[in-house]
């Protein structure tokens, strides 16, 4: 199959997987159609999927995201080697775990192409990211807790795990309990690369979108945390502050001369 016809196979699938849809017409031109694959996957339930259906989306998500960033390449900050400052799509980074600024529920964003990381990533891994936090969170029986992080596969992405921490939600003026719930995330996203003996972890900007944590507050605190944590024992050879918006990389740069 082709690119195209990657496209049309699965839009057939996932429209057929509702009467509702019946109406929805596939786009002709292959950007159309990839907006619609996302906006499908967006939405769609955690529910069992065919095996053919997962291999032609896993061979269609490679093929769409072959932009791939090595970790290892990256430059380090000169306070310390192991630290490093990039912008770019997270989304396309080979490391050994990237981090996902998640919700309570761990689902992922279901909002159809909404342009949170949490979309973002779920909608390159693939919707078997989907079904096995669904997984997770059913053992669970309850909500995550804000602080706390999962792992999970990274199944299309380059990036072999994603850790998925529930940031701080702010409302009204930040307290402290909220710089306290971001450093938890940061805390509980570098034990479990330790725990897996992970030697690379990005770290997107936690809290700092949706979730309304100021982004200056969110950078010192983002940095504070790490580097007191790599003052310790650890695997982690390389910690990467990912930063997708100008105004995140100045405030990081400044915080790493």
């Given at each position: 199959?082709?690119?195209?016809?990657?496209?049309?196979?699965?839009?057939?699938?996932?429209?057929e997987?509702?009467?509702?849809?019946?109406r929805?017409?596939?786009?002709?031109?292959?950007?159309?159609?990839?907006?619609?694959?996302?906006?499908?996957?967006?939405?769609?339930?955690?529910?069992?999927?065919?095996?053919?259906?997962?291999?032609?989306?896993?061979?269609?998500?490679?093929?769409?995201?072959?932009?791939?960033?090595?970790?290892?390449?990256?430059?380090?900050?000169?306070?310390?080697?192991?630290?490093?400052?990039?912008?770019?799509?997270i989304?396309?980074?080979?490391?050994?775990?990237?981090?996902?600024?998640?919700?309570?529920?761990?689902?992922?964003?279901?909002?159809?192409?909404?342009?949170?990381?949490?979309?973002?990533?779920?909608?390159?891994?693939?919707?078997?990211?989907?079904l096995?936090?669904?997984?997770?969170?059913?053992?669970?029986?309850?909500?995550?807790?804000?602080?706390?992080?999962?792992?999970?596969?990274?199944?299309?992405?380059?990036?072999?795990?994603?850790?998925?921490?529930?940031?701080?939600?702010?409302?009204?003026?930040?307290?402290?309990?909220?710089?306290?719930?971001?450093?938890?995330?940061?805390?509980?996203?570098?034990?479990?690369?330790?725990?897996?003996?992970?030697?690379?972890?990005?770290?997107?900007?936690?809290?700092?979108?949706e979730?309304?944590?100021?982004?200056?507050?969110?950078?010192e605190?983002?940095?504070?945390?790490?580097?007191?944590?790599?003052?310790?024992?650890?695997?982690?050879?390389?910690?990467?502050?990912?930063?997708?918006?100008?105004?995140?990389?100045?405030?990081?740069?400044?915080?790493l001369?």
């Amino acid at each position: 199959m082709n690119l195209i016809e990657m496209a049309d196979y699965l839009l057939k699938n996932l429209l057929e997987e509702k009467r509702k849809y019946g109406r929805i017409a596939i786009p002709k031109d292959i950007e159309g159609k990839k907006i619609l694959i996302r906006h499908l996957m967006n939405i769609r339930e955690a529910l069992p999927v065919s095996d053919d259906f997962l291999n032609v989306q896993d061979k269609y998500l490679k093929t769409i995201n072959n932009k791939i960033t090595d970790a290892d390449n990256l430059k380090s900050v000169s306070i310390d080697s192991r630290l490093i400052l990039w912008q770019g799509d997270i989304t396309t980074l080979n490391a050994d775990a990237i981090v996902n600024a998640a919700n309570n529920q761990m689902l992922g964003c279901f909002i159809p192409g909404h342009r949170c990381i949490d979309n973002a990533i779920h909608s390159m891994a693939g919707i078997q990211l989907r079904l096995e936090c669904d997984r997770l969170m059913k053992q669970q029986g309850s909500l995550e807790k804000t602080g706390t992080a999962k792992i999970t596969r990274g199944y299309n992405l380059p990036s072999k795990y994603i850790i998925h921490t529930v940031g701080p939600i702010i409302k009204g003026k930040l307290k402290d309990h909220d710089i306290e719930d971001l450093r938890n995330c940061y805390l509980s996203c570098m034990k479990i690369a330790d725990e897996y003996k992970l030697e690379s972890i990005a770290f997107c900007c936690i809290s700092t979108g949706e979730f309304r944590f100021p982004n200056e507050e969110a950078a010192e605190t983002a940095v504070n945390t790490v580097t007191e944590y790599l003052k310790g024992s650890t695997n982690l050879k390389r910690v990467i502050f990912n930063v997708f918006k100008d105004k995140d990389n100045e405030i990081y740069k400044k915080l790493l001369r």
